[in-house]
């Protein structure tokens, strides 16, 4: 506040040195990317991302051939979400289609159209899927995804190639981004209302929409892996406990039914750092460094003052325990750190703030240890003996 020239009596200015509100992006925003021959052009054009926000009959202008149509309605039968859609135009054969769905950096398109969506639609896809075109020619699209994903802090679902376990798993050596999950079996069993058959759909949209709702009714950081799966008459491949163990080991995901309906079963991504391999953790991480950046934009520009700096941290500590109260984080703290803000850095305008959070790790492993004790015979002893 700067109170100039004279005055004769009183004066107020709201002080521009105020917290900020730490809000976390839509988490649920799937962005999907296929084809539909039979599309109106005017409502989905070639290559431009389309915002169909939480009504799956926006999409019947899609048509019924291609992938996007199947692909959506897998989605919304795990419940309403946003979904960004990208539709390309087929090619003459399956190659020049894989073409278009990599699309490229330079011109926008394909997977790549999925970046300009923010600007464009005001949201920004978190969970990524390509259906159908992952278990052609894995190794093009795989190829595409980590930078993309990377940009998006956004993860991806790909449907494992294979109908034979073992290759999955060999598969997974191809892949080191701990933003993929590689799902097997690759396709799923559904029933076709149109030919009244039950025929074999990619799996990817069914995992995506249950994350989608995972993340609307439970939260970003609660795991996907353990949840129903709506409007699926099996996976492709039934799978056992030991093969659904061995799959996990290897980090590929996989769909059981324990007796009671099929679930997503599986927690880990394809990377390499172990402190990062379960899905979760990597979004919870996501979603808050992501919501800590973009509120704290406010900040930039304002001049150096004890005060603000004060705020600062102010703001991040009550972000942090509104997160861990919800059960985002298990605990996390924001401090300035003198020996972080050299004063040649301080007035080259620069400032180092740390911050420290533990997202919540599934409990994917439960153990029980069983004893037998025998003493409780002599309780049986009271007891009858009370009861002569």
Not at 105 to 124: C, D, F, M, N, P
Not at 149 to 164: C, K, R, T
Request: a negative charge.
């Amino acid at each position: 506040m700067a109170f100039t020239g004279f005055h004769h009596g009183t004066r107020l200015e709201e002080s521009a040195e105020t917290p900020v509100l730490v809000r976390t992006a839509d988490s649920s925003v799937i962005g999907l990317v296929g084809t539909a021959p039979d599309a109106d052009e005017t409502d989905f054009p070639a290559n431009t991302p389309v915002l169909l926000p939480g009504d799956a009959t926006l999409a019947q202008s899609l048509g019924a051939t291609g992938t996007l149509f199947d692909a959506i309605e897998a989605i919304f039968d795990q419940g309403a979400t946003n979904v960004v859609v990208v539709r390309v135009e087929e090619g003459a054969d399956t190659a020049e289609t894989i073409s278009a769905i990599v699309g490229t950096s330079i011109g926008g398109t394909g997977l790549h159209a999925l970046k300009l969506a923010r600007e464009l639609l005001g949201v920004q896809p978190r969970i990524i899927i390509a259906p159908g075109f992952t278990t052609a020619d894995n190794t093009a699209v795989l190829a595409e995804l980590p930078a993309i994903l990377q940009d998006l802090e956004a993860v991806a679902l790909m449907d494992a190639p294979s109908a034979i376990a073992t290759d999955a798993i060999a598969f997974r050596a191809n892949i080191a981004s701990e933003r993929i999950k590689l799902l097997w079996p690759g396709t799923v069993r559904v029933w076709d209302t149109g030919t009244s058959l039950a025929v074999q759909k990619p799996t990817s949209p069914y995992f995506a929409g249950v994350m989608a709702h995972v993340d609307r009714t439970r939260g970003f950081w609660v795991s996907e892996s353990n949840k129903p799966i709506n409007g699926i008459m099996g996976a492709d491949t039934p799978v056992g406990g030991i093969q659904a163990d061995l799959l996990n080991e290897n980090e590929v995901a996989t769909i059981v039914n324990h007796g009671a309906g099929y679930v997503t079963w599986g927690n880990r991504g394809c990377g390499a750092a172990s402190l990062t391999a379960f899905f979760s953790v990597r979004r919870t991480m996501d979603f808050i460094n992501g919501a800590i950046r973009d509120a704290f934009l406010e900040f930039v520009d304002r001049p150096f003052s004890a005060a603000n700096i004060r705020l600062m941290v102010a703001s991040a500590n009550s972000a942090l325990w509104n997160y861990k109260n919800e059960g985002a984080i298990i605990g996390g703290k924001c401090w300035f750190d003198a020996t972080r803000n050299d004063p040649t850095q301080m007035a080259d305008g620069k400032i180092t703030l740390s911050i420290k959070f533990e997202p919540p790790a599934p409990m994917e492993d439960i153990r029980f240890i069983a004893y037998r004790d025998i003493d409780y015979y002599l309780d049986l002893v009271r007891e009858a003996a009370a009861a002569a």
